[in-house]
């Protein structure tokens, strides 16, 4: 069956712009997770929902970062006025989200601010 | 906190040799654990995963890692490497009753022929 995707696959953004970033899980799975790796180094957590509510934000490096799952379904997280720091690639997972389920892993989007 | 540690940065190896990738973890209880392989523009695919039991875990593509309590260890090992397995290899925790993953720095493997 499909896999988890995600979109856009490269995103090239100028210093201060807001940028979107879709994430397409695994038909059926409960929980989504947004991960960050920077170059060089293992993905880091940043947010995690089950269903459409949100429970655990505590990896957002900051407010200009937030995520959402509307539906439950698919998920975007949005950075606003990114900064150059904020280049990174940005993994989204899904899972059935029973407590010892697996989480499957997109393709990630690299995200370049110039 | 929870940390995962993965000591070696790069590892280089011959083909046909045997491999071993080392995984040290720290938490307050016995965490799940996972190998994922990460091919240069792939997403992470699970490799293994080990929650309780048996200690020595078979995974996919001839791999298999062991937990060892005593040692807070869950290397990767493969008898025979082939050249397709080059890649980069992150080993990762998970409170049992947690959600996140918590993921070393990763491995670079190079095969070499």
């Known amino acids: 069956g499909a896999g988890v995707s995600q979109s856009p696959r490269y995103k090239v953004a100028k210093r201060g712009q807001d940028v979107a970033l879709r994430c397409d899980p695994i038909?059926?799975?409960?929980?989504l997770f947004w991960y960050q790796q920077a170059l060089g180094q293992g993905p880091e957590f940043l947010t995690y929902?089950?269903?459409?509510?949100?429970?655990?934000k505590s990896g957002l490096p900051s407010d200009r970062f937030f995520a959402e799952r509307p539906e439950g379904s698919v998920s975007t997280l949005k950075i606003q006025r990114t900064q150059q720091e904020d280049s990174a690639v940005y993994l989204c997972?899904?899972?059935?989200?029973?407590?010892?389920?697996?989480?499957?892993f997109g393709p990630g989007t690299r995200l370049t601010v110039l | 906190a929870q940390s995962v540690t993965q000591p070696d940065i790069h590892i280089t190896v011959s083909e046909g040799a045997s491999l071993e990738l080392r995984c040290n973890y720290s938490?307050?209880?016995?965490?799940?654990l996972f190998w994922y392989v990460q091919s240069p523009g792939q997403g992470l695919q699970l490799l293994l995963k080990?929650?309780?039991?048996?200690?020595l875990v078979q995974g996919i593509k001839g791999f298999e890692a062991e937990f060892k309590r005593s040692q807070s260890s869950f290397n990767l090992r493969k008898p025979s490497v082939h050249w397709s397995d080059a890649a980069e290899y992150f080993c990762?925790?998970?409170?049992?009753?947690?959600?996140?993953?918590?993921f070393g720095a990763g491995t670079i493997l190079r095969v070499k022929s």
């Open positions: 997972a899904s899972s059935f989200g029973g407590l010892v389920d697996t989480q499957y």
């Open positions: 038909s059926g799975h409960v929980s």
């Open positions: 929902f089950q269903n459409e509510a949100q429970l655990d």
């Open positions: 938490y307050g209880a016995t965490p799940y």
């Open positions: 080990y929650f309780s039991g048996d200690t």
């Open positions: 990762a925790g998970r409170e049992p009753d947690g959600n996140k993953l918590v």
